[in-house]
Structures are given as C-alpha cells and as structure tokens.
C-alpha cells in the first residue's frame, strides 16, 4: 500500500491532510463531498451509481475489514469520485474477500484516502452543507485552489450512468415490468428477478412509445445520481406512463414522479446518506428503518396543488419519503426498499409492487 | 399510542444482591426505569433488596421496599400497595423469573395485576430450551441439531446423520461432568460412555458442535405497533463456546459484511416478533466464518448486561425506552433524548469502535480455574471507546486494574513458544496477554488462529500494536510517530518506561510536541445530528468538541470495574458526589470507564468523560476541563491510588489531602499518630523480608494478621498460626508487591465495629456505628453487620466516637472516613482507618437517613457541616433493626473454597430490616438468597476447639426440629450430651462417607470450622464445595450460625410481618 500524502482541500477554507490508499491521479479532484452513516455495507456505498461524481465520508472509521467480494456491488464500476475514511484495512477477514479495498479502489481509478479526522470532517459538513471539495496529492497554493473552487461542480450525472442498451432478463411467464434506468442498482433488479418478473431495463429517456411496445403489467422508475432537474425531458414520458400502467419508483424516481406531477423538488443541507433513516408510514402507522441515499428532495409545500399525496415521511426531519397519486396506481418512495446496504424492512414493497401488477388489468 | 390509561402505579423488580452474572447493570437499568416511569406522573413502587444501589435510594421511587426478592414478598407487597401493573424485565434473571412463578400460580389474573413488558408464554418460549427451538424450527431459524440418546447405539445412528464435532453433554451432572467435544470417532465413543456412565438417569443430550464460529449479539427493541430497530451488533473476539459475559467483545460487529449483517438482523428480527416482545431483548447468534450457516444460540427476553454496555457503546438508553414501551409508548413517540430532536425509533450508528473487557477475580482466587467456558466468571467489565480498535482496546487494558498498561504477558520469560501455543488453546483471562506475547516472538498469527479460532482481523490488529512496539527507541521523538502510537492507544505509563523516563516526564515531551487528545461525542448518531449530550472519550484526532461554558466545574473520579472489595457502592458514592456538586451549582464532570453502572448514565453528570481512571486519562479531562479540584475519596481505591501522583503534578485534591491520606495508609506515621493521640491499636509493625518477619513475630506473638499495604477488599489478608506459614506469606507477597512492606498485626479476636463519619477539618458527625456479627477474622465485606450495634455499652460507643472525633480531627480529614475497630475486653482497638468513602456508606446513609456522600462532598467543597446542619457526635440511633448480610457468587467458581476469613469474598450484599433483631436476621438470610431450612438434618463438621462451644447452638438447633450427623468424634460427644446423631464415615474411610450423604440430599445445612487454608486436598474444603454444588446451605463461622439459628427460631415461632 503506498502511503502518498494526500490533502483535502474545503470550499469552506478548511485544510486536511492524509494519507492515500486508492488512486493518485495527477491532477486535483474537483467533487461535491457527503457523508454516509452506514457502519457496514462500503462495498455497496462505492458502487451505488447515485454516488456519481461525488466524494464519500464514511463516518464509520474502520473501512475495508471485509475487503470486496464478487456479490456485493450495485454495479459493475463504481462512479464516485473518491472515498475518505478514518482508517483503511488492508488486512480483510471474511470469506467471501475477494481483493482489498485499495486494489479495488486502484483498478477502477478511485482516490481513497485515510488518516484523516472524519468525524470533523462530517461535522463540517453537517453545519455548512455539502460543498465542495478538492483532493490533491501535492500542495495547491491559494490561487490554485481558488481557481478550481470556482470551477462549476459537473451536472447531468444521469447520462453517464444510464445504460446505453436496452436488456432483457427474461422469466418463465412471469409479470413483465420495464426498469426505467437513472442509474438502478443491481439489488432492485434482483428483487424483481427474485419475484418471478421479467423485466426490461431500459435508458432513461426511452420514449413511451417505445415502452408501450414491450408490453408491461408494471413500471419501475429507478434511483439515480444528481439533480433530477437535469432530466426534465422525462417528465411527459413519465406523465403518460403513470396513466397507462402500474408505477412504482424509487429515490430519483420519486423525485421525477413528484416533477412529471407537478410538484417540486429541492436540494437538502446535507442529505439523507446511510442505513439507519426512520421512516413513518403513515397510512399504517409504522415506522420502518431504512436506506437512504439521496441530496434532493420533494419539496414539501408543493405538494398542496397537485394530485398527489404525501404516504410517508422522515420521522427525523419530517421531510417526504413516500408519495401516491390520487388518481392512478402510482406510487413512490425516497429510500431504497433494495436495501443493500441496509436493513430490509421494505422489502415488501416488492412483493406489494408485484401482487398489484396481478390485480391490475390493462385494457 | 400514547401512554396506557389505566396505569397510575407501577411496580418495579429489582436484580437484588449482586453476585457473577447479575450485577450493577441493573442498577443502571432500573434507575432508568424508575425514572422513565415517574417522567409519566406514574407513581412508583420499588422492591429490591440490594442496599448499595442507586435505584433503592428512597428519592428514586415513591416508595423502596428494601425486601427479600422472593415470590412471598412481593405478594405481599402487591396486596399491600395494589399496583396496577408489575414491570419485572429490568431486574434481571430475578425479576423475570419471580414474575413467571407468580404469573404461572395465577397470582397477577388474581389481584388484577398487569405484567408489563413480558407475557408468560413468551417467558416460556425464550427460556425454556425445548420449547424455545421447537418455536426456531416452526420459523425456520436454525438452532444446532441436537437429540437426547440413551444407549451408544443411539449416539451412533445422531453423528452419522450430522457429523463431527458434536459436543456430548450428560444430564442432571453437575458442570457437564463426564462430557464434552468429540473430533475424531474415538472420542466420541469414549465420552458418549463416560457421559452415560456419569449421568444418574443414563442420559446425554448430543449436539452439533459450532465451537469455533463467530459469536454475534443483537441488542433489539420491539414496541406494541410492531416496530422493531436494532440498536446495536457486537461481536466476541473470543468464538462460540466462551460466555458472552467472559468474552472480549466489540461493538460494532467488525468482520461481517452487510450481507451477513442483515442476515442475521433479519433473523434477530424475527424472533422477538415471533415472541411478541414489547421492550429490549438480546439475541446471540453463531456465525460460520466460512459460509452464511448461521445458529440462533440463545434469546434473553429481557433487559440484560450486554444491553447496558450497549446503551453506553451507542448511547441509546434501552432501559428508558424499554420502560416507555412498556407503559403503551411507541417508538416514534418517544424522543431520542441525546439529540433530543429526533426519535428512539432509529438504529444508532458509530463512528467509533467499543471494546468491552471482562474483570475476573481470580487476583483474589488464586485456586480458582482459570479456563473461561459456559459459566461466567468475572464479577465486572471495563469498556474503552477509540477511533481505532488499537486504541480501545488499550484503553480497555489499562483500565482494567490489573496492574499493566499494555498487552504485557506476565511471568512469561520462562515459558517457550511451545508452552505459550499450549495454553492459548484454552480460553483463560490471560489468553490475550499471551498470544500477545506470541506475536511478539514472531509466531504467525495463522498459527494463532489455527489454535484459538479468533478471526484474523483481530490478531492482525494486535499484530499491529506489536509492530509499533519494534519502532519505539528513546531517541525516536519524530511528532508523527508518537502521534500514531497515541492513536493506537500506548498508555504514556508504557511509552514512559521504553523512553527511559518517568510517566510525567514523558508526558510533558508528548505535550510539548503538540500530542495532545481531542474529545468526541458519542451521539447515537455519527454526527449526522446535533447533540446535546455531553458524553466524551479521548482521542488524538483533530477536534475536540468539548466547549467549555466557563461554569465552575469539579472533578469526580470514578471507581473502575467492579470487582471484589470494590463494588456497586463506590459507584453509589460516586453519582452522590455528583449530584451533591450539581445541586451547589457547579459543573460536575465525572471519569469512569464501567459502562455497568450509573455513573456513566450520561444523564447524571454534567459531563461523562468514558476514559480509564488512570493519572494520564485523569491528566487529559483535568487540561480539558480546567476544574478547581479533583475529588478522589468516592471512587474507592482506585482513585485514592492516584492521590499522590496528581498532587505531585500540582492539581488541587479536593477533600483529605495526600499527605492526610498517607498518613493513613503509611504504616509507620499511622502508628505514630495514633500513639500520639494516646488511642489503642493491635500490636503490630510492618516487615520487608523473611528474617524480619520471624524476628518481630516473636515480639509480637502468634496468631498473626498479614496484608500488603494499599490492597482493597482484603486482598492477600491471611492469618498465619506459626512460623512456617509466616515465612511462605512472606515469600509470596515479597514475590506480589516487590518493595512493598507487609503489614503485621497481633490477630485480637473480638467484636468488629465500623464507624463511618464525615468531616470537614473541624466538625465530625457520625451517622451510626454498625456491629459486626462476627468476630475479628472474618474480612468486613464477609460479615454480617448490625445497625444500630446490639452489644454494645454505652461506654464503649462513646469511646467508639471520642476516638473517630480525635482521629478525624487529627488527621484532617475533609469528607468521608471509614474506621474498623475492635473490642476485646471491653477496649476499643483501632484496626485501620481508611481515609475515603467506604463500602458501608450506601448502606448507612439509607438506614441513617443521612445523605452521606452528597454531606462529604458539600464539606469537601467548603459548606462546613455546621453549616449543612450537623454537630459533632453521632446522630441519634434509629429504631428499625437493619442487617447487611454478605452475597457470594461461589456456584459461579469451581475450586473456589468458602471458608470465609481476612480476605473478602462476597460479590454483593443484601440487606433486611425489621423492627426486631431476629425478624431483621430473618430477612437478611432470605435477601441473601439463604433459603433456610426450619428443620432437618445438620452435618456438624467443626474444629476440636469450637466443639464446647457449638453445644449449646445445637441443642437450640434441636429444639426446633433439628437432627445431626457426624463423623465418629463429635458424634460421640453429641449423643453424650444427648443430641440425636447419625454417624457417618470421613471422606474416603468407607464405601459411603459423608459426601454421599451431602450429594444425595440427606443434609439441609452444614456447619464447617475444620481445616480452613489453601489446602484444596482437605476433607473441609471437600465438604464446603459439595455444599456448593449440591446448593447446600454452609456456614463456616460459628457466629453466623448463631445469627442463623436465631432466624430459624424466630420463623419456627411466628410469621414475619411486612
């Protein structure tokens, strides 16, 4: 493991150094930096394509313990920008290791640095939002840094993780549902496959002509990184198919359902990033725990107008988590019921999702 | 769902007295409870017997019966009080099994009593081995395969269907003799034999063997919605097959990944839905490393030990919530009181790693074994927070007492590779130390692993302290470097000695290159929220997140681990000197490193600093806090031993000075000032050698009391009769304490009196004076203790006070003193004096009334006692009767002998109270868990020199429906005094002797004197374990016979009113 320097570089002036186990890239890393609570489940964090672009604070300090493995990730590249921890391991201790950490971080061109203060770190982070970051492995001097600090963090992360094909995973007769890709992670997948689905995953600006034409009993707009601003294109897309068929989504998803149905969507603070978010359903008045990734959401007060209906919300922040349409058999949530990382309690809502794709009778 | 309407009076069921496996953590819990119950205008009731405790503080409940926790009493107190509901799940294995015998009789449907947190059936479900996995079969959770056979054929047709290992465990012997893992075909045929021979009903039951797996625990909460969080996953360094309570464990789980994570929360989950849980509950888990095949080991449906140190590892307060689930609350209802704006329904998340190390008290049972297994051994637990598991861990260590500061195996230089590979094959409390000390040889930690199945990731760790430890030379100072060991936890007491310097030396250099701890907040939440709780731990990282708020604030040391001699009433103290510095107004900051007990509830200080109690640690809150003062005399031993070096270091000793505390302890300025003050004490004087020791003892005479000086609990206290035994003392504790003079005293038999008093350099007020019921010899912690005294002359009182006031006075004493005399005819004899609080102090202050530790604390702060209301003398005696008896935890200590002398051995201590000496005698034995018979057979065992003196007892004990049985001497002299006796053989004389007799249930009570030492061989140590293990009741004083007597007499005689 080499042991470069690395230095962290705030938008809001604050300077860190550490140490580098990851990729070293000449040229400093410019990214918006969050944090994630989750205490296990890295392997997961780093391949969540909603992390695209970003940089990630794991506040849990020992990162590396169960190395990666072959099942674990969400997809086949990871698409973040760097990982910062308290203390990488580079002795993983589980059966299913596979490489360590740093060789993983290290293929796929990641920076990943340890022996910082991750708990200042995501203390900063908490009061003054997320911001901007830049890693470096030389010292930047003052203009060098403003210079890049006013560079425009990148946008439209959609595009980039989308897939550029349509694919099929075919089933024995079972309900077809067409995964709407903002960047899906493979665990929502298999939670259909797992149901008996057959399901069609297809880019995110497919048209919906093009998704009439395989026929679907359900229709499932996925999660995915950024500002689901970027992707207004979608919404009439979105808004004739939440007519026609069975609509379930999730976190950028809901985000687009909540847009194509006229509310609106902001960026929060600091964002809702781990596996421990209460969420209150309040049609059945439970609380479940759950994982959460997102930095936007839909905006509470603009809600009224519109034909939706808010079904759960943050018991912490109140902010909401679950929305349903008045009208038609859409519906959405904010976390991720894939879980992966995180605790399954939501898990039924696959199961929910696939026992209304049987009641459900299309024309 | 708001709180049930028809709850306006609850009561509570304490854990009573503490012995191994129950302990101050439930003190923790059901002061939380109690707490948790009156927030809500609730009234309460408490019932517990343990007299040190917190929660049977009379402020801490509407109203505290300190009774016998047996099923009698608490009928009574239900008929008496008519609570609506009864909460037992935060009082241990105690509570919830006093609540399924009431439950089962129908007692509760009765009296219209709700039974809060718990239903019977899922009592019974959880506890109750065969329903318990009928229920994990039913829902699919795997529980090891195992059958009942009763022939080798059987055992045969079980290991082919599942394989090998297979652990055999025969039924109805005690400690599974004649059992135990089977590997190869061969030793499985022989122990299914020996396991089927040994057992009396030719029964085994075979198990799957899953030794070796991954030990994983949930702490889970589940409220009447259903909802259900995890608050926290722990791991055990040592694998499946040590007691959770005996194991290393740390928090969060480390080497699992969330796959296996959410595998078994999934499952943990489950059951306490399945089991309709409204309230916490730990679910222990097996886990393959090598695949997902996991085990469910075992559910307790209830509040435990592990959920403490989980409520401290996370900061989330399972009690309290448990409570308020119990009461109809759910979950989201319920604020998380450390953010205080967000909900207890959320799994806390860690952005630390805990480590929790047991306390065992084999430093005092030297012939105890040693090997860790299915039965806990160790009596308390220290914990150590770090951003790095190193650092934790090393925390853990020097915290622990155990007179080393890092991962040093002692007394091996002697021992080869081979020796050490040898024992770490077996669990023992010194295993860490030793594969430590392998590590450090070079031996591959493969190895390491091969043999003690401990994960890799915690032996590389290790390895990794052992790496640093190579780079360490006194002229490496480079910042960076110092920084890295910091952060990996080396105690500065260590560094100090490989720097070649003194620990203070090395500190001031460590300082001056800027290596100094930040403190962080344990949140519940990783930072992610804001946090109002001011719960801290050291490390050296960047920021420190403690902001002073320029308030007035004092120190308050705190007492370690519990262990014995020093026990929950130093903590008991403790949060009384806290609570004494809050109500003056200033801030009171508290160090401790139990996460048992109270103290480190970090809702009873201002600030919680979870740090070993260590100068360095101490050192780092002082620079940290800047108080005005440091005070150390709550904190038992522990604290009073860093008096010195904390004066030294200029840091201002609130209360008795280190120069007054010296003088207490130094032998010689004690003698002297004593003399000067013209008061008695036992001849005595202190040695350094062997010849000195046989040239003073002729001076003195034999019998002879020997200590070590500064040892608490009478640790290494022996009598020696000649010169033989004064020499192998002499050379074992020249051997223990190097440098360290050993006290010797003329042994006075007499009667034992405690005088505690508080003082503020001028006034001493004495609460009361407590009487022992045994004579000298006994150590105070084993004794029973009457107040107010029952023997005693007025004469002797005021002599008892004249000499505390003189004492106290001449010493200048500021806050507690403890003084232990001696009357022998009719002279009061100083014993020793200890300068600080003592273990009588929770027990006095509440049968007193007085407040003791919050009046020394005030005094220590400058509110003189006139000024708080008290005069010089003692306070007028109180008319209710209240005995302390002793609580031992001998079941739980196989080779451990009972015969009760100068060093302590109780674990705990309970308490009755009555307005009668013998109805109050009579309580005591009961809280003590001595189920008295009232008539029956008594095995007279007794020393030729206390024969004439036993007479008179047994003929009393006749009188009340007693027989006797005896080996040939004394079963002559009984039936010539006309007693009823059946003669029985000596050990091994016969066929049959009298061990038999005590195995096959023909002995209600034994009364041992003979053959008291170390010798394990002895025909009295032989008896007095089969009591033991046959739960025989066995007295090895004669005067706690009396006292037993009275009880049986007094119970023949009449019933006991509440």
């Not at chain 1, 002795?91 to 971080?105: E, I, K, V, W």
């Not at chain 2, 109203?63 to 008929?79: D, M, N, R, T």
């Not at chain 2, 026990?567 to 809050?582: C, L, P, Q, R, S």
Request: aromatic fraction near 8%; charge should be negative; hydrophobic fraction near 40%.
């Amino acid at each position: 493991m080499n042991e470069i320097n690395a230095f962290l570089y705030l938008e809001d002036g604050n300077e860190f150094t550490a140490k580098s186990f990851g990729h070293t890239p000449d040229s400093p890393v410019l990214s918006e930096i969050v944090f994630n609570t989750s205490m296990q489940g890295y392997q997961e964090v780093i391949t969540d394509p909603s992390y695209c672009d970003q940089t990630i604070v794991m506040t849990y300090p020992l990162i590396g313990n169960y190395g990666i493995n072959q099942d674990d990730s969400e997809a086949i590249t990871p698409h973040l920008k760097a990982l910062i921890v308290r203390e990488y391991c580079d002795h993983p201790s589980n059966f299913r290791a596979r490489q360590s950490l740093a060789d993983f971080l290290t293929n796929n061109n990641i920076v990943g640095i340890h022996q910082i203060d991750t708990r200042k770190l995501t203390r900063l982070i908490r009061e003054k939002g997320t911001m901007k970051s830049i890693l470096s492995f030389k010292q930047l001097s003052e203009s060098e840094k403003a210079e890049l600090f006013k560079q425009d963090l990148p946008t439209n992360q959609i595009p980039k993780v989308t897939t550029s094909a349509i694919s099929h995973f075919p089933s024995n007769g079972g309900k077809r549902v067409v995964l709407v890709d903002f960047g899906y992670k493979k665990n929502i997948l298999e939670s259909l496959l797992k149901r008996g689905c057959d399901v069609i995953v297809v880019p995110y600006n497919t048209s919906f002509e093009k998704i009439k034409e395989f026929s679907p009993q359900g229709i499932l707009l996925s999660n995915g990184p950024g500002d689901p601003k970027s992707i207004l294109e979608v919404l009439p897309t979105i808004q004739k198919l939440q007519q026609e068929y069975l609509l379930f989504a999730i976190c950028m998803g809901h985000q687009i359902f909540a847009l194509a149905n006229g509310a609106d969507t902001e960026k929060m603070k600091f964002g809702h990033r781990g596996g421990n978010h209460p969420v209150k359903d309040l049609i059945l008045d439970r609380t479940y725990i759950t994982s959460q990734n997102h930095g936007y959401c839909v905006k509470d007060s603009s809600i009224a107008n519109t034909e939706l209906e808010v079904t759960q919300i943050n018991l912490n922040d109140k902010t909401i988590e679950g929305l349903k349409h008045k009208n038609y058999q859409a519906y959405s949530v904010q976390y991720h019921p894939e879980a992966s990382p995180g605790p399954n309690d939501t898990n039924y809502l696959f199961d929910v999702f696939v026992d209304r794709m049987n009641e459900v009778h299309h024309a | 769902m708001p709180k049930k309407q028809n709850l306006n009076k609850v009561l509570v069921i304490g854990s009573g007295p503490i012995v191994i496996g129950q302990a101050a953590e439930f003190d923790y819990s059901g002061t939380q409870a109690l707490a948790a119950l009156r927030e809500d205008g609730i009234e309460t009731i408490l019932i517990n017997s343990n007299p040190a405790t917190i929660m049977t503080d009379k402020e801490m409940a509407d109203k505290v019966y300190l009774e016998p926790l047996s099923a009698e009493f608490v009928k009574k107190i239900i008929i008496k009080e008519k609570p609506d509901a009864v909460l037992p799940t935060l009082g241990g294995q105690t509570g919830l099994n006093l609540a399924l015998e009431l439950a089962r009789e129908g007692f509760f449907k009765r009296e219209k009593v709700e039974l809060l947190g718990v239903n019977l059936e899922t009592i019974e479900k959880a506890e109750d081995r065969e329903q318990f996995k009928q229920l994990m079969l039913k829902m699919g959770q795997p529980v090891p395969e195992s059958t009942t056979i009763n022939t080798l054929k059987e055992a045969m047709e079980f290991k082919e269907k599942i394989g090998l290992p297979l652990i055999i465990r025969p039924a109805f012997t005690l400690g599974g003799t004649g059992g135990g893992i089977a590997t190869t075909e061969q030793e499985f045929e022989t122990i299914v034999n020996s396991g089927l021979s040994n057992s009396p009903i030719t029964q085994c039951l075979i198990e799957k063997s899953i030794a070796g797996y991954k030990e994983i625990e949930y702490e889970i909460i589940r409220d009447a919605k259903d909802n259900c969080i995890v608050v926290c996953n722990m791991e055990n360094l040592d694998p499946v097959g040590v007691h959770t309570g005996d194991s290393i464990v740390v928090a969060p789980a480390q080497t699992m990944s969330d796959r296996d994570h959410q595998m078994l929360r999934d499952a943990s989950l489950a059951i306490i839905r399945a089991l309709k849980i409204d309230g916490g509950c730990n679910v222990q888990l097996a886990l393959d490393p090598h695949s997902y095949q996991y085990y469910v080991i075992e559910v307790n449906p209830r509040v435990s030990r592990s959920s403490a140190l989980a409520s401290k590892a996370t900061g989330y307060p399972i009690a309290r919530v448990a409570t308020k689930i119990a009461i109809g609350y759910a979950m989201d209802e319920i604020i998380n009181p450390i953010t205080q704006n967000t909900y207890a329904c959320f799994e806390p998340t860690l952005d630390y790693c805990v480590l929790k190390i047991p306390r065992w008290p084999f430093d005092k049972f030297h012939a105890a074994d040693r090997t860790l297994g299915t039965q806990m051994k160790a009596t308390g637990e220290v914990m150590g927070i770090g951003r790095t598991f190193e650092d934790a861990l090393l925390k853990s260590v020097r915290g622990l007492e155990i007179k080393r500061y890092h991962l040093i195996c002692e007394n091996s230089d002697n021992l080869s590779n081979e020796e050490l590979l040898a024992r770490i094959s077996k669990p023992t409390d010194e295993r860490i130390f030793e594969l430590s000390e392998l590590i450090r040889r070079g031996v591959n930690i493969h190895d390491i692993h091969q043999i003690t199945k401990i994960d890799l990731w915690f032996l590389t760790k290790i390895q990794n302290i052992i790496e640093l430890e190579t780079q360490i030379s006194p002229s490496n100072w480079d910042k960076d470097f110092i920084l890295t060991l910091k952060q990996n936890g080396f105690a500065d007491r260590y560094l100090a000695e490989k720097y070649q310097m003194t620990e203070m030396e090395f500190r001031k250099k460590r300082m001056e290159l800027g290596v100094i701890p930040a403190f962080k907040i344990v949140d519940t939440c990783a930072a992610e929220f804001e946090s109002h709780t001011p719960y801290y731990y050291s490390s050296y990282e960047d920021e420190n997140e403690v902001r002073s708020d320029g308030k007035e604030s004092v120190l308050v040391l705190g007492s370690g681990p519990i262990r014995i001699g020093q026990g929950v009433e130093f903590d008991y103290a403790t949060v009384h000197a806290i609570k004494a510095i809050k109500e003056l107004g200033k801030k009171a900051i508290v160090i401790n490193n139990n996460p048992e007990t109270v103290s480190t509830d970090f809702n009873i200080s201002d600030a919680l600093y979870f740090d070993a109690v260590t100068f360095e640690d101490v050192m780092n809150v002082i620079d940290n806090e800047k108080p005005i003062g440091v005070i150390c005399q709550f904190g038992g031993q522990t604290a009073i031993n860093l008096i010195d070096q904390l004066s030294n270091a200029g840091i201002n000793i609130l209360g008795t000075s280190a120069d007054s505390t010296d003088l207490a302890e130094n032998r010689n300025r004690f003698e002297k000032a004593l003399k000067e003050l013209e008061i008695a004490q036992p001849l005595g004087t202190n040695v350094s050698s062997v010849e000195e020791a046989i040239s003073k003892s002729a001076e003195l005479g034999f019998p002879l009391m020997l200590r070590p000086s500064y040892v608490i609990g009478g640790q290494a206290m022996e009598i020696v009769y000649d010169n033989e035994e004064l020499k192998e003392y002499m050379k074992f504790a020249m051997n223990v304490w190097p440098g360290q003079p050993v006290l010797m005293d003329r042994y006075m038999i007499g009667v034992e009196v405690e005088v505690d008093a508080i003082c503020d350099g001028e006034t001493v007020f004495i609460p009361g004076i407590m009487e022992h019921i045994e004579r000298s010899g006994v150590h105070s912690g084993d004794s029973f203790a009457v107040y107010p005294p029952q023997t005693l002359s007025d004469e002797i009182k005021k002599d008892l006070i004249e000499s505390t006031v003189k004492i106290a006075q001449s010493f200048q004493i500021k806050g507690l003193i403890n003084i232990q005399f001696i009357i022998k005819n009719k002279k009061a004899y100083v014993l020793e004096v200890n300068p600080r609080s003592s273990r009588t102090v929770p027990f006095l202050s509440k049968v007193t009334g007085v407040p003791m530790a919050k009046v020394a604390t005030k005094a220590t702060l400058g509110h003189s006692l006139l000024e708080q209301g008290y005069k010089t003398g003692i306070q007028e005696e109180q008319k209710i009767i209240s005995i302390k008896a002793p609580v031992f935890s001998f079941s739980k200590l196989k080779d451990v002998d009972t015969a009760l002398g100068p060093e302590m051995k109780s674990t705990g201590e309970a308490m009755g109270r009555d307005l009668s000496f013998q109805k109050a005698l009579s309580k005591a034995f009961k809280s003590a868990g001595i189920n008295f018979p009232h008539f029956g057979t008594i095995l007279v065992t007794i020393a030729d020199k206390h024969k004439e003196e036993t007479l008179p007892m047994l003929k009393r004990f006749h009188e009340c429906g007693f027989k006797f049985l005896a080996t040939h001497g004394t079963a002559k002299l009984l039936s010539e005094n006309n007693l009823p006796v059946d003669e029985v053989a000596k050990i091994g004389m016969a066929q049959r002797d009298l061990l038999d007799d005590i195995k096959e249930g023909n002995v209600q009570l034994i009364i041992n004197t003979i053959t008291k030492g170390k010798n394990v061989t002895s025909d009295g140590y032989k008896i007095r374990r089969a009591a033991v293990e046959n739960g025989v009741i066995c007295m090895t004083s004669l005067d706690t016979s009396w006292a037993l007597l009275e009880a049986i007499e007094i119970n023949a005689s009449g019933t006991i009113a509440l």
